[in-house]
Every structure is written in C-alpha cells, then in structure tokens.
C-alpha cells in the first residue's frame, strides 16, 4: 500500500512537471498557424473521417489513449475540415504520443522540426493493421509539415522494442545498434507527453534495477496499467561501451551539423569519463521532480545540457579559449539578439529566451561590445568564419581523439561494426578533409546563408593578375553609411561563382546582384545565368545522401560541364570546367584546357551513372556560350546518347559502344555492372582493341555522327544478317582490310600488309573449315551455313560502295588448293593453360604456350605470311565452344597477332 501511495505521488509530480513544459511548449510556437497545426496532430491521429487527413478506408488501429482534444484544437478541426471531433470510441493503438528535441526550451526557434514519437503495442493488430496505420501515420506526418511548413516527423515505436532499448530513428543515423540506452536517457530529459499514457519510470521510487523495476509494474492496479502507465522500460545503468558508441554516433551527426550536436558529444563524453555512479542527466531531473526541486534549468532539457557540458569542460579543459568558443556557440544558436534589448528600462514580458540568455551572459560576465559583436554575426568576414568554424572543428577532434584512446580498453566486438568505423572514418574524410578544387562548406547561423544583395568585382593584386572577390554590405549603426563585409575571393571567377550558389549564399529567387566586371569584358548575363544553372542543378532537390555511399568509395553524384566560359567566340573546345558532387557530399570544380581531357570526364561519368539510377538530366548537365552551336551540342549529344545506352541496358546482356569525342575514337565497354572506357588514336588501334574483346551476344551501338571511320564500322555492321558470318574485304594503300563480323556480332579485323598476295580466299576457306568444324561438335544449333561476302571500295570523295562478293568467292574457293603457306592449328586446353600446336602437311610441332609460335613456325620452315586456315580445339568445355565462331576467330586473331602476320 506505501509503494502504490509513494508510485501515485511521484505520478501527479510528474504531470505536474509534464504540464509546466506543455505550457512552456505552446508559449513558444513561431506562429499561431504552426501552433494550431501542431496541436491538432493527436486529434487527427484520433480520428479516422475521409474529410480528415489520415483516413484509411479499411480497417485500421488508430487513436490516442485517453485523448480529448480542449476547446481550440475542436474549434480548429470543425473550421479546417468540418467535422465534428467524434471520440475515436475504444481505439487507443497509440498509448503514448511525445515529441522531443529542442521544443518548448530556448533552443527552439521557426526552423526548429517537430519530432514525435507514437508508442504503439504492435502485438495489437496483424501486419496488414500495422501497414495501413503506418500509411496513416505518414499522411498525418505529410499534412502536417505543408500545412505548417515546418519538419514533421512522426517515429512508430513499439513498446515492446522501447523496452530493449530498440528504437524507430531514422535508418540513415548510424551506429544504431550502440545508443539505445543514451537515447532513452535523452528521450527521458528532453520529451514532453502531449497526450496517452505516462511511462512507468517516472513514478518508480529512484532508481532500481531491471529486475526490480519489472517486479514493480507487475504488482500495480492493472486498472493503473491499462490507463496511467506504459512501459517502455527501466533506466538505471549505462555501460561505458554504450557511451563509447553513442559518442560516435553523435560525432557522425555533428558532422553535418557542428553546432547543433557539439553538446550532445560533450554530455556523452563527460559519462563516458565520469564514475560510473554519476546521475544520468534524466536520473537528475527525476529527481529534482521528485523533491518538488523544479527550477528553469530543469524544465529547460538544452539549458541543462548546456550547463554540464560547460562545467564538465571547464575542469578538463587546458584551452580556456575553447570555453569562450562554447558560450559563444550556444549564444548564436539561440540567438536572442540581447544588444536590441539592453536599452530597454522595462524588461518585462520579454521573449523567454531573451530573460534566459540575459541571466546567462551577466553570469559569464559580458558586456554590451560582446553582445553586439554575436547580434552581428552577418556581418563578420569569412575570414573570421573560418576561423570559429576551425575551433568548433578542433572541439570535435579532441572530443574524438578523447573517446578513440578509450576503444582499446572497452569490448566493443559486439557493440560497433566494422562498417560503423568505416562510416565515420568516411565522414570525417570529407567533412575536414583539405584537397585541391575542392569546394569548401560555408557554414552559418542564420535560418538561411541566402544574401539578399551581392556584390562581384574583381579583386586586383597586381597589374599581371587578378582575382575576384563576393562581398556584401551592411549599414553602420542604423545611419545612410554602409561598410563592405568581405565574403569570400577566389583567383577563379567559375570557382567563385560555384562557391556562392552551392553553399546558397547566392539564391536565385532572393539575391540581386551587383557585377562590376572591370577590365575582363564578361557578360554581367553570363554570370548571373550561371549562377542560377548551378544553384538550379545543385540545389533544386534537397539532396539526401543515406549512409549506405559512405561505406563505398566515393563517385559523382552530380555533375555539370562548362565549357569555354566567357568565350563564346571559340571554334574549338580552348578549356572546360568540370563542376561535380560525390555521393559523400563533396563538391568539386575541376578545369582542364586540353580537349582530349573530355575523354577522362567521359569515362568518370559512364562508370559512375548508372549505379545511381538516375536521368541523364538529373545526373549531369552541360553550360556553354551558345548551347545550340554544333560543336557544344555534338558534345552534350554524345554523353547523352552514351548514358542513355548503358542505363538502358538489359541486365546480364555485355554492352558496347563506339564513339568520337573531339579527335580521339573511344570504346565503352560494360561487363555485369562495371563499364570501362578506352580511347585511341587511330582508327587501327580501336579495331585491334574490339578484335581483341569479344563476347557472347554483345549489344552493339556506333554513333557516328560526323566520323568517317565510324560511319564505316556502322556501315559494315549494317552488312550483318543475324546467325550469319559476314566478311568484308578492302584494300588501301598500304594494307588489306579483312573485316569479320560473326553470327554473335562480334567484330574481328585482321589487317594485312600488300604484297604478300590476297588474303580474302584464305580467310574465305578458314570460315568454311569453321563452320565445318561447328557442325561437327553440335555445341551451336543456330548459326547459317551461308557467308556472305562483299568488296568494299571508298571513292575520292568518300562515298562508300559495297559489291556483293560473295559468289565470287564461293567459285575461287571451289577452286582452292593447299597453298604452301597453309597451316593449321590444334589448340588444347590442360590444367587451366592453354596450348598451340601446328600442322602443316605432315609436319606437327610440339604444343606450345602462344608466345612459342613464332619458334616453331621457324622449326616448320614457315615465315609470318602463312595462312591459318584451320583451328581446331581439344578439351575445352561445352560452354567455351557453345560460343560459335567467336572463339575460332579470336584465337585466329590473337596467333596472327604473335607471329606478326596481321598489324
């Protein structure tokens, strides 16, 4: 009977708590819209009316338990959606609704997101009930956010999963399986209960054990269990492992955002080095609840945070200007702006956060120059940006290399993965990480870097040289007189101009600018026009890279190629920028005035596309001086048609591609999911590099647009008719081309030197005997007896003219005799090598490896004009041989190749 009295004491204290932060929590809403929104989230997750957002037309658990709405939130909802509040009538799915975070405390301000968490008894419905509450769930979560405009987000916990420390986050945080405990910790300090049930451990006498804490809820009213309680577990003990993980977890989220989890590393890291006795800051609360102890600091989570973090660093720390940067961190994240109000002589009814930070800063001692130093932080340099921003950096270094020192002694096998440290090693890589070109991170207290009015000019240092430079203007002390703040310089004007709109600083609907373009006669247009082609191809989409590329290596994410900026009069490709971000968040501009080097972004792009299923457009964009120009749109057509190739690609199918970018051939080739990309010189150099690469059934594109050698494989390929060997024979000055295309599609030239007589009878018979061959092993079933032939001549004017020759040939052959020159291969496969032996007449070499063929063609008598008209295999497996021609042609090719009868 005592412990139930003591149990129901410490639970009215509690509400009593509860309900000081709820009217704290609605005192503090940014506006009266977010207000009512925010408010009305309980009664329409209570509701199930198709008027209402949320309805699911079947059956579906919803419904807070306990849940009535007061008089405005009814008022609203008949106004908003007109209905009726109905009483959801015995659904109660959600025992708890709670948000938490920096709501309701002086961190909160119109930016600040919503994050609730619905505590759900999942074992209440079946799948499909837990689906379409979900479903419902989100579209509550989705009204919510439009309607507001502020982040709504709405985690389904399961009580059952809350009880085992398991929570619903989001699946891009990390380390996941480490913070549960520490984020019960939080969640216990930092929620308000804004309808449902109370979780038991706020009214358990102090601190017990799991064991102790479970006999407890057993042995209450079950009166008490099914209406005051839910039970989402004990807190009594964290271990140092736990620490340790929650500690990196933190470090990867300060990553992207320094100055909102900086407190969070330094309360973790003050457990982590504490006796393991020390109160867990939500212990603290407890019990000052306990004790009817309430003060501001307790009902404020970040103000208690704040004030443990700075007196645990205040003993540790031998930097005292480390401290200094703390107070001035936690000053321009709440923002009071306390200089606007210092003059006031009546100082009531002012904002809470401005009461709060004035007893705060009178404590540390500042005075009025320090005040209007923070309330001006626009207007600091970026010089001096850097500089704070370093310190903070320097915070969360020695914060890490605090908590690494502790790993060796700690058993963290099965507390932290081997991916886990790979994600943060990651992230720490390219958050701090210094490289050249790259792009760095503005980094900011306001709501928004975007500057309403920007200034670019160049920034001359010597007669020879020049710069360019960003700046803004701010007024001096409210008079007409104005002051230039530095932003940022660059000796490159593209890179200065990528620095603006990538870090927002420029925002296209926003900023107006002022260019002042001096004596370098560039377009005011042409730089605002690519200003906003940046913004708009960086920033349009919010760009959310999930923690799954951070344990891969890096590759562009997005990708834009400027080409001859500001010089539209160029013929030629004279330079390129290549502007990129990496699916680590990393953003490049790179520059290149050779342009062959278009071949290297090529490649980058083709391998990189396609694993991130995306268009063409979204992944990469081109800017030029006039976009409609031939030379720029052969260009951008190339890449296009190239991507577009090898998305479009079927799974599985071998693809290749043959192109020109400016005066280099170039093939690409894709195997399973990795594409490679070749250029070359010459038309003979790519040929040789596809003769040398065939596969089975390749899916083959040419683009030829404006590249006669092109033009022609294209043509040659049209020759082709499927399960049909094709050969192609011309002659040019100085060489035979013998062009075959096989039944697989596969292109193999065998390039011979004039004056050693013609070769297209040889080759001609070498494909009967194939064929013959084929036939025999009955290992392809689909291949056409007939070969078609043609002589291909090209005109001094380039036409090209195909000649049927293929009854020519068939009568040559019938009429061919065993030329002295003739010899015949026999090629073995054994213990996984490759063997070559050669017949000619009676004479038989001994096998060889393919770099003996030379020798024993001397032993044979033979000189490197003989004729392979014959190959024939021995135990090679069914599916080498199931490839048809492919593999005679080939091995036909790489022999010839070694004794140097074929260039």
Known sequence: MKLNSVIEDNYNSFLKFNQMKVDRFQQLFASTNIKRVINSIPAILSMNDRKVPGFIDEKCPYGVSGYSPDAEVARYIKGRF?????????????????????????????????????????????EKGLKRFSKKVEEVQKWAEKESGVEVHIFINDVHNLKLNIFAEDDDEG???????????????????????????????????????????????????????????????ISKEDFLGAALFQLIKAIGNPFKSILKIGILERYLFSDENTLLLSQRVKTAIIRGEITATILDSYLLMFNEVYKYYEEVLSDRSLLVILRQNLYLKIDPQLSKYVALKEKKNLPYKVVVMFKVTHEWGWGIEELKDLDDFESWDYNRIIQFWNYIK???????QKISRQMPTMNLQHKISESDFKLLSSKLKANFSIEPDKIENFITFKDTPNEPYLYIEPDMRSVKESGWRVYKKVR????????EIAIKSEDDLVKLLAWCSINQVYEPT???????????????????????????????????????????????????????????KASTIASFYHLYMNTWGETFLKHYTNPSDLVMIFSKLLKDGPLNNRSFDEFCYFVSPEPHKKLYKHIEKTFRNAYDFFVSGKQYVKQRLLISIDNNLVCATKEETEISVASFGSEIELLSYVSQRPFRYPDNRIYSEDNFELSLIDEIYGKRQNSTITMVHEEKPKYIMIYIVDENGNLFTYIKRKGEGDPAPGYYRFCMNTLSNIRKSKCVKNINEDIFCYKLDVDKFGKVNFKDNSRNIRQLDSLYSVSENAIMID??????????????????????????????????????????????FHGFPEDRMEMGSTIYFYEKYKIEKVIGSII
């Not at 799915?93 to 301000?109: D, R």
């Not at 380390?175 to 520490?182: K, Q």
């Not at 358990?204 to 064991?211: E, L, M, S």
């Not at 001096?476 to 002051?483: A, L, P």
């Open 827 to 872: 090629v073995g496969l054994k213990d996984g090598n490759t063997y070559y032996s050669i017949r000619s007449g009676a004479g038989r070499t001994s096998a060889v490896t393919i770099s003996g063929i030379p020798g024993k063609l001397k032993e044979l008598g033979k000189s490197r004009a003989c004729e392979i008209i014959d190959i024939k």
């Open 82 to 126: 007109g209905v009726e509040f109905a009483d959801s009538k015995g659904n109660n799915f959600i025992e708890m609704l709670a948000v938490m975070g920096s709501v309701g405390t002086i961190a909160y301000n119109k930016k600040s997101d919503f994050d609730y968490w619905a505590c759900v008894d999942k074992s209440r419905t079946d």
């Open 476 to 483: 001096i002390d409210n008079s007409k007189n104005e002051r």
């Open 394 to 400: 320097k915070f969360m270094l020695l914060s890490y």
């Open 510 to 568: 926003f900023s107006r600018l002022y260019i002042d373009s001096g004596y370098n006669h560039i377009s005011k247009s042409l730089i605002t026009d690519l200003l906003n082609k940046i913004f708009e191809m960086f920033n349009s989409e919010k760009v959310h890279l999930g923690n799954k590329f951070y344990l891969q290596n890096p590759r562009t994410y997005k990708n834009m190629i400027i080409m001859n900026f500001s010089d539209s």
């Open 175 to 237: 380390f996941g399986s480490t913070v549960g405990a520490v984020l019960k910790d939080e969640f216990f300090r930092s929620s308000i209960i804004v309808a449902g049930k109370v979780p038991f451990w706020w009214a358990v006498p102090k601190f017990v054990t799991d064991d102790e804490y479970d006999k407890i809820f057993s042995h209450i009213p079950e009166e008490d269990r099914d209406k005051k309680f839910v039970d989402i577990g004990n807190l009594f003990r």
